[in-house]
């Protein structure tokens, strides 16, 4: 079985910044795309950054030049780091990855994190 398991989210003041870390664990071999999404009250899920194995990054134009996404193959973890923030990126962060398992269900299958909240407010 395989899991993402999230931290860094929390509450931070307009201009500050944080990161959030994911980690696959259980029984995760490799993971190719990593992205991290968010959810914010009322609205729809949306892609926030994604990275693939060789390090291609893809980001939500709202982020570009704020929010820089990174990851650590040998740990099979994505860091996302969130500068100059605003209130408007409050939300739910969900890490999700196409995570190779040698579990059960051997094979490639995608996953998701429980979130992590994340809150911009003086």
């Known amino acids: 079985q395989v899991q993402l398991v999230e931290s860094g989210g929390g509450l931070v003041q307009p201009g500050g910044s944080l990161r959030l870390s994911c980690a696959a664990s259980?029984?995760?071999?490799?993971?190719?795309?990593m992205a991290w999404y968010r959810q914010a009250p009322g609205k729809q899920r949306e892609m926030v950054a994604a990275?693939?194995?060789?390090?291609?990054?893809n980001y939500a134009d709202s982020v570009k030049g704020r929010f820089t996404i990174s990851r650590d193959n040998a740990k099979n973890a994505v860091y996302l780091q969130m500068s100059s923030l605003k209130p408007d990126v409050k939300a739910v962060y969900y890490c999700?990855?196409?995570?190779?398992?040698?579990?059960?269900?051997?094979?490639?299958?995608?996953?998701w994190g429980q979130g992590t909240q994340v809150t911009v407010s003086s």
């Open positions: 999700n990855a196409d995570v190779y398992s040698s579990g059960s269900g051997v094979g490639w299958s995608n996953y």
């Open positions: 259980g029984s995760a071999v490799s993971a190719d795309v």
């Open positions: 990275i693939r194995r060789s390090g291609t990054t």
